[in-house]
């Protein structure tokens, strides 16, 4: 039986990724209902989905004033808006997709993660690297002891310099006061890669990072504070703004255009966000960052996060005790290397980029049916763990590296949210 599920922000990611699943898979998946503040895109999302008009608002909160009329929210809004759309919908009897963060709140993180149970509610973070090809096969074959027992684990998150300026920089996610830090924002997605692949908690961490570049005493002479006010800089600036929208990152346009045209591209960006100097913008979120780890046996973690690298991709390196494996989720390869055999043999998988995405949501419609799935209880205390090892991680880091107890910070949340162990509310 298909799920009848209501979508609260239509924008890039809840539209144009997690929805389409209803279109492939209706079986599985149908929209019911929409709530996007923005008319264009509201309307779009509607006509696409056949949405009665009934159930098509501009404001989220209006969802939650009639009777439960569907299985699911997915919660697509901004971060900030994520904790009263999530509280709402369980009190209401709805299971939920959540997009990451869960909340820029470590507080708003543990009442959710308690309302979900105390609801027998499922809710599942949108972590979607766990279900994509290259990170599963990476498990399966550390699951199976192939390497031995893990002894360390190395990841490296290239942001690439395009897709800083686009979504850190210039972007929604620009502000922790508005956002959330980078290291929750952009890679909570790591640690929890890293929490999974290990299978045991974390014990502490340490951190050190900053905004190093994109900053006003950066900014080259002579500098406009949009790129197309005849900034003087314009043809030889790697961050020129139609350098990348009209390049490779046309698509990433969607976030100020619904029309992809070069005419259409170029007339809109000089009035948006989009178009302004990254060394002029109001941005504080890091741009590179480390994060060094110990876990519950003795194993060990790192993850460098930088934004200064041609291409957006991730790459991983895991000691085991008995091998060793290295690969770039990139090129959707990684070797495996035998330290008995002296062998080693290239595992090439296949992800068209939607992969991981339909995965997750396939899994999310199964288990709506079991509502008390131990999985899913377990799924979402590793996704929570994750998220209280990025808020540890930026304390640390503001404490210039001071090393941080994830039991003790953990611990502190569920005393300020009346919560002290999970179950109890």
Known sequence: M?????????????????????????EELQFVAVAEPDEKRRA?????????????????????QQPRFADAVFICTQDRMHYDAAMTALEKGYHILLEK??????????????????????????????YTPFWSTIKQIIDRGDIGKVVNIQLSENVGFAHMAHSYVRGNWRSTEHSSPMILAKSCHDLDII???????????????????????????????????????????????????????????LHFSTDL????IRETVGHTPYGRCVYRCDNDVVDHQVVNMEFENGAT??????AFTHDSSRTVQISGTRGEIRGNMQKQ???????????????????????????????????????????????????????????AAEESRLQHGKPIEISEITQRYRQFSGCEAVGSC
């Open 261 to 264: 045209s070069d005419e259409s």
């Open 333 to 391: 390869s990684f070797t495996v290397f035998d330290f008995a055999s002296n062998r080693s043999h290239e595992i090439k998988v296949h992800d068209e980029g939607s992969e991981g995405c339909s995965i997750m949501l396939s899994e999310f419609c199964h288990l709506i049916q079991y509502p008390n799935n131990t999985y899913a209880q377990a799924s979402l205390r590793g996704s929570v763990q994750s998220h209280m090892m990025s808020f």
């Open 101 to 130: 963060p869960i909340s820029p709140s470590p507080i708003e993180c543990v009442e959710i993660e308690e309302a979900a149970l105390r609801h027998r509610r499922i809710l599942t973070i949108c972590y979607v690297l766990r």
């Open 301 to 306: 973690a790192s993850f460098t996060l930088s």
């Open 2 to 26: 298909s799920v009848k599920a209501i979508l609260l922000g239509a924008g890039v990611r809840g539209a144009e990724v997690y929805a389409k699943h209803a279109l492939q898979y209706p």
């Open 195 to 253: 929490l999974w692949l290990m299978a045991q908690d974390c014990k502490r961490l340490t951190s050190f990072g900053s905004l190093f570049h994109f900053k006003k005493e950066n900014m080259p002479e002579g500098a406009t504070e949009h790129c197309t006010d005849s900034c003087p800089h314009v043809e030889d600036c790697c961050y020129s703004d139609l350098r990348y929208y009209l390049g490779e990152g046309r698509r990433r346009a």
């Open 44 to 64: 779009s999302f509607a006509r696409e989905y056949n949405i009665a008009d009934e159930h098509v608002y501009a404001d989220w909160k209006d969802v939650f």
